[in-house]
């Protein structure tokens, strides 16, 4: 089992920044890749961004590229998402999402891990 705990949410005026993090524990951080997804009021949840397990690279939805930033930090079993200039339509909750040695993490499905979100309000 994975537990995953995001924090970071909060209320920002569009063109702001927030770093969300999600902290992971339960098994070994390194074989999984790890990544965020949104849900809006009243959509699907969608893809935001991934990083490797393996390689450690980042893919982007075309939505927040140049925007978003993730990164790991393998010592302290811990993703981050720095989100700059930040718009009214990123309102959403966040969740994190892990599994295990999964090559590509851009649908929801199958995904065997997920964290509880943590919401973020975009302001105009």
């Known amino acids: 089992q994975v537990q995953l705990v995001e924090s970071g949410g909060g209320l920002v005026q569009a063109g702001g920044s927030l770093r969300l993090s999600c902290a992971a524990s339960?098994?070994?951080?390194?074989?999984?890749?790890m990544g965020w997804f949104r849900q809006a009021p009243g959509k699907e949840r969608e893809f935001v961004v991934y990083?490797?397990?393996?390689?450690?690279?980042?893919y982007y939805a075309d939505s927040v590229k140049g925007r978003f930033t993730i990164s790991r930090d393998n010592a302290k079993n811990t993703v981050y998402l720095e989100m700059n200039s930040l718009k009214p339509e990123d309102t959403a909750v966040y969740y994190c999402?892990?599994?295990?040695?999964?090559?590509?993490?851009?649908?929801?499905?199958?995904?065997?891990?997920w964290g509880k979100g943590t919401l973020v309000t975009v302001s105009s």
């Open positions: 990083i490797s397990w393996s390689t450690g690279s980042p």
């Open positions: 339960g098994r070994t951080f390194t074989d999984y890749t």
């Open positions: 999402a892990a599994d295990y040695r999964r090559m590509r993490m851009t649908s929801v499905n199958g995904i065997t891990y």
